[in-house]
């Protein structure tokens, strides 16, 4: 293998479980196939305002966060303790911060021979409130190699955006996005021009046993229903009527996250403030998983533990099209009655992630060199 040496573009500083660990696993499979992988310290420092101690931007129009803010101070401090250990640990990140919008990263064109800018929501403009350029690694050199690895969007894009779109997206050297709908979509909508590739959230390149090895995953005795919520009004209290219904039937405890506590879960433990790697032990150990999130229903999978999972509005597309490729629709709410509680990833599970995980891998692979 030769020296090249990659620089990564995601959203890597989130306090955001999935962001963290899809980091993670990009990185490390670029370093064990032996290539000089490291993630640029970019921030989008809009996108960071909501994990600030004092999140003073929206005081204002909610003067209740400020109240909230206060009630979950040490819980706050906790979960960014965690994060900054598991970065430091975990992940190569360059010493030097470049700002969104502020820094210049045209210098890094003498740092690496090779770009890649993915996963996660970079590309989801309504995430990032517009356009920002660094994701679509604008300030690449054009004898540089610039590869998108799947970066996800929203269904529909403002028309005031798409002339720039067309014009970075043409740029690439290889491109390559998270959802099937998001192909069509820059194809026909945007008119890109190219070549675009569906390929696996970097959380599925890894089997099981890479992250029970890196993260000395165990088997806890007790019996429990994790059940992980991101905020969403049209669905919040179904899924905590419905967690409560399991709980109360089966005589299993919550051990629950959740931006603020649930009465609803009188018998059950707060877990808020935890870190990425306490997140997957806790998915590890789980009787039944119960969330809304798509990358709790990815280690589910991957851990081969029953869950039944809730599709926001934002990313619907992502997660039933994860559900129905694996053959998982019983796992999918509404479903028929509890038969998701006997329905779990298996063998022929896994040895279809393996196939997806293998086309996607040659695909990274093969652009790279």
């Not at 050297?173 to 979509?185: D, G, H, I, L």
């Not at 999972?309 to 694996?326: A, H, Q």
């Amino acid at each position: 293998m030769d020296n090249q040496k990659i620089g990564i573009i995601t959203f890597h500083a989130a306090e955001n479980f999935g962001s963290a660990l899809q980091a993670f696993a990009l990185e490390y499979v670029l370093q064990k196939k032996g290539y000089q992988a490291e993630i640029i310290n970019f921030i989008f420092e809009d996108d960071m305002a909501q994990y600030q101690l004092f999140r003073k931007n929206c005081y204002r129009e909610r003067p209740k966060a400020f109240l909230g803010d206060i009630l979950y101070l040490r819980k706050n401090i906790q979960r960014k303790c965690n994060f900054s250990k598991f970065r430091k640990k975990h992940l190569k990140i360059t010493r030097q911060r470049y700002l969104a919008g502020k820094d210049d990263l045209q210098c890094l064109n003498c740092k690496y021979d090779i770009f890649i800018c993915g996963s996660d929501q970079i590309w989801n403009l309504n995430c990032t409130n517009g356009f920002i350029p660094e994701y679509f690694l604008d300030f690449v050199n054009e004898n540089k190699k610039k590869i998108a690895y799947a970066p996800s969007m929203p269904a529909e894009i403002t028309k005031e955006y798409h002339a720039k779109l067309l014009q970075c997206i043409e740029r690439f050297t290889a491109v390559s996005v998270r959802e099937r709908q998001t192909v069509e979509y820059l194809q026909k909508e945007i008119g890109v021009n190219k070549e675009i590739i569906q390929t696996l959230d970097p959380t599925l390149l890894l089997d099981e046993e890479t992250y029970k090895e890196s993260f000395h995953l165990i088997k806890k005795d007790e019996k429990y229903i994790f059940v992980y919520i991101l905020l969403d009004s049209e669905q919040m209290q179904t899924i905590i009527d419905f967690a409560a219904d399991i709980s109360r039937s089966t005589g299993l405890k919550i051990r629950y996250i959740f931006m603020r506590r649930i009465k609803e879960f009188s018998n059950g433990t707060y877990i808020y403030g935890i870190g990425p790697i306490e997140f997957l032990q806790e998915i590890y150990s789980a009787t039944y998983v119960i969330t809304n999130s798509f990358h709790a229903t990815v280690f589910s999978v991957q851990f081969e533990i029953p869950f039944c999972v809730f599709p926001r509005s934002g990313s619907k597309s992502r997660i039933t099209e994860l559900i129905t490729t694996l053959k998982l629709q019983k796992n999918l709410y509404p479903n028929d009655a509890n038969s998701w509680r006997e329905s779990k990833a298996d063998i022929v599970t896994k040895e279809k992630i393996r196939q997806l995980a293998e086309k996607s891998m040659n695909f990274l692979l093969e652009n790279i060199s």
